[in-house]
Structures are given as structure tokens and as C-alpha cells.
């Protein structure tokens, strides 16, 4: 019997010693293993303090907003670069199709967005509109409502524009649609870089 307990303690100290020596990384081996890599990153995936490399631009993902129609979900992320600012707009109908949009406060709208506009130069036709639920995290500065409205519109040569309306508040986005394979997307610290 004295032989069984003096087993017992020897396999419970070494196991507690093996433990400890394997935590301070003295011993390497099933800790290291057992560590999930990262998920690799996707346009439909992103989160906040990752990076968004596009045209020379490091783009820190500081907020990230999920538009909800019935079913059908599509993302905004607010990406931020020193003092620019911009919105990257992922949807997924039969293709994928990714946006880079500027805010801009240059166009004057009064009443109703109407189906056709013209902004520096450039007509618009709005493709859809409607009244989308949100589902946010990180900052998304003035876009707070918990639904909005929303008027996406197309130009020529990959134009878009997007107005939406906040709880009275309207914003104004224009830019352009981009080939998605163009961008680079990095894990980040999941910390916002920009602001608190």
C-alpha cells in the first residue's frame, strides 16, 4: 500500500513540476501546439485594429458595421489613416463587391434622394434603397442609429455613391468600387489605434 501512494505523490509532483517548467517556456512542446493560428483575414471577416493595406495607404480598421435586410447582411468597416477617414463596403449578392468611400458634405439634398444625381461632374442612378437594421462594434462615429436608410448609387468606370440617413442625419459617401484581391488584410491587436 505505501508502494501505490509513494506512486501516486511521484506522478502528481511530476506533473506539477513538468506544468510549471512548460508555463515559464523552460519546456516547449504540447503548449506550443495546442495555439490556434490566427484566422487569416477576409473582407467578410475583419476586425478592429486590423490593417487594410491599399494603394500605399495603411488603413486601421477602427469600427465595423453589419446592415441587416431580412436575410441578406453586407458590411461597412470604418478605416482610419492619420486624419483620413474612409469606409470600405463589402457585399456579397452573386459576386463580391468591395467599395472604397469618402465621406464628403459637398452635395446639397433637400426632400427625398432622388433616382438620378449629379456630383462633381458625374451622374449617379440610384441601383437600391431601403431600410437596413445595424449590428456594430468599435466606433462608428455619427452612425449610432440602431436602423437607417439607405440610397446606393452607380456612375460610370466603377463610381459609386451611398447616402444614408441616421436618425435625421444624413451622410454622404462617394468613391469607388475596387478589385478586392488588391487589398492586403493583417491581424491587428484588436485595439482601436485611433481615439479611445
Request: charged share 25%; proline share 4%.
Amino acid at each position: 500500500m505505501v508502494f501505490v501512494w509513494i506512486g501516486i505523490i511521484t506522478i502528481v509532483v511530476t506533473a506539477v513540476v513538468w506544468l510549471v517548467l512548460q508555463q515559464r517556456g523552460v519546456l516547449s512542446g504540447i503548449g506550443e501546439h495546442r495555439r490556434l493560428p490566427p484566422e487569416e483575414r477576409t473582407v467578410f471577416n475583419l476586425e478592429v485594429g486590423d490593417i487594410v493595406q491599399y494603394m500605399g495607404a495603411d488603413w486601421v480598421v477602427e469600427g465595423r458595421l453589419a446592415y441587416n435586410v431580412g436575410d441578406y447582411i453586407w458590411y461597412e468597416y470604418l478605416l482610419q489613416d492619420g486624419e483620413r477617414i474612409s469606409w470600405l463596403s463589402v457585399d456579397e449578392d452573386d459576386r463580391v463587391e468591395v467599395a472604397l468611400l469618402e465621406p464628403t458634405n459637398q452635395l446639397e439634398l433637400s426632400g427625398e434622394p432622388p433616382k438620378q444625381l449629379t456630383f462633381a461632374d458625374e451622374t449617379y442612378r440610384c441601383l437600391e434603397s431601403g431600410i437596413a437594421d445595424m449590428n456594430r462594434t468599435g466606433t462608428t462615429l455619427h452612425r449610432t442609429a440602431e436602423r437607417c436608410r439607405y440610397f446606393d448609387y452607380e456612375g460610370s468606370d466603377n463610381k459609386v455613391l451611398s447616402i444614408e440617413e441616421w436618425d435625421g442625419r444624413i451622410e454622404v459617401t462617394v468613391g469607388q468600387r475596387i478589385n478586392p484581391r488588391m487589398l492586403t488584410l493583417l491581424p491587428g491587436t484588436g485595439q482601436r489605434v485611433y481615439g479611445g
